[in-house]
């Protein structure tokens, strides 16, 4: 494909975001190794999997019912095909 020409001036460029700044932890207490997981391994509560995937069961059944449906449709058609759409 060929380039586009511009004929006034060429398209504006994307801004840039400004770097990152490494952000500061405090100090730890002497003695103690630091931990990659330090935030992440700090709840010790348990997850209720139901309760925080419920939509997606309510998913699941649904393209059942409807991969069901296709399946009995296609039957009907397969079946209204074989005998009375034959000569």
Do not use: C, H, N
Request: positive net charge; proline residues 11%; charged residues 20%.
């Amino acid at each position: 494909m060929a380039r586009k020409k511009y004929r006034s001036s060429p398209p504006p460029r994307a801004r840039r975001r400004p770097a990152a700044r490494p952000s500061v932890t405090p100090a730890a207490p002497a003695g103690s190794r630091p931990t990659r997981f330090a935030a992440a391994s700090k709840s010790t509560a348990p997850v209720d999997w139901t309760y925080e995937y419920r939509y997606v069961i309510a998913d699941l059944k649904r393209m059942g019912y409807t991969t069901a449906a296709m399946f009995a449709l296609l039957f009907v058609l397969a079946v209204v095909v074989q005998f009375f759409l034959r000569p």
